[in-house]
């Protein structure tokens, strides 16, 4: 359930700075992380038990995946049809976006995995 309600979270602070701030490198950036985020606790949610390694790979392969697929032309061309689209398909390929991606999931993955290995105290 913490899952859920981070990624609740996540996804409105997403909306907000996509809604609410001005379009520059810092905002780009927030929200590339925001998307990682989003990615690896979707993950989370669907195969809890999953290593915090396991998740962020698979939050990794996703994010690149849909970079990578920005190349096509296909999500500009989709999100100028469905504005929505753009919010989970982006627009334009951006390298930098990959880095911030695995900068994000690998954060993120230490923090899990750190959080699987404590151990509730003996009382």
């Known amino acids: 359930m913490p899952a859920a309600v981070l990624l609740a979270a996540v996804v409105a602070a997403g909306l907000l700075v996509h809604a609410a701030l001005p379009d520059s490198a810092a905002t780009d950036i927030a929200g590339d992380a925001l998307y990682a985020a989003a990615a690896y606790l979707a993950v989370v949610l669907i195969a809890p038990a999953l290593p915090a390694l396991g998740v962020g790979g698979i939050a990794a392969a996703w994010c690149a995946g849909v970079e990578l697929f920005q190349l096509t032309g296909l999500p500009l061309e989709w999100g100028a049809r469905f504005p929505p689209a753009m919010l989970?398909?982006?627009?334009?390929?951006?390298?930098r976006d990959l880095v911030v991606y695995v900068v994000t999931i690998a954060v993120l993955a230490a923090i899990h995995a750190a959080w699987a290995r404590r151990r509730?105290?003996?009382?």
């Not at 509730?120 to 009382?123: E, I």
């Open 88 to 95: 989970a398909l982006g627009t334009v390929f951006d390298a």
């Open 120 to 123: 509730p105290t003996d009382g």
